[in-house]
Nanobody, 128 residues
């Protein structure tokens, strides 16, 4: 059984930082595409960052320069470093995994159907 468990969410003021972690277990950790999604109430969940097994990353312009995605293969953990947070970053954040060859956030932005495994989500709230 594959499980993905996120942690690290919380409440910060604008300009603050948070690091989200996503521990993956039971997954082959080969030929995968991991992604970070976020969802604001009333809006679609959308991908904004991906990383594949070659550690190639893609990231949305809206967070580029502020967010960074990385992984620790030994720990089977996916990370999202978020700096200079803004109120518009307030959302529930999810990690997800799939085996597809396509691994860029733009192509996968709303393709939740392609992702086999999901974390439970962690809330990030940024106040002005």
């Amino acid at each position: 059984e594959v499980t993905m468990v996120e942690s690290g969410g919380g409440s910060v003021h604008a300009g603050g930082s948070l690091t989200l972690s996503c521990v993956v277990s039971g997954y082959g950790w080969q030929s995968w595409c991991m992604a970070w999604f976020r969802q604001v109430p009333g809006k679609q969940r959308e991908a904004f960052a991906t990383i594949n097994d070659d550690e190639m990353t893609t990231i949305a312009d809206s967070v580029k320069g502020r967010f960074a995605v990385s992984q620790d293969n030994a720990k089977k953990t996916l990370y999202l470093q978020m700096n200079d947070l803004m109120p518009e970053d307030t959302a529930k954040y999810y990690c997800a995994a799939q085996n597809g060859a396509v691994c860029d956030y733009a192509s996968l932005r709303f393709r939740l159907d392609l992702y086999n495994y999901w974390g439970q989500g962690t809330q990030v709230t940024v106040s002005p």
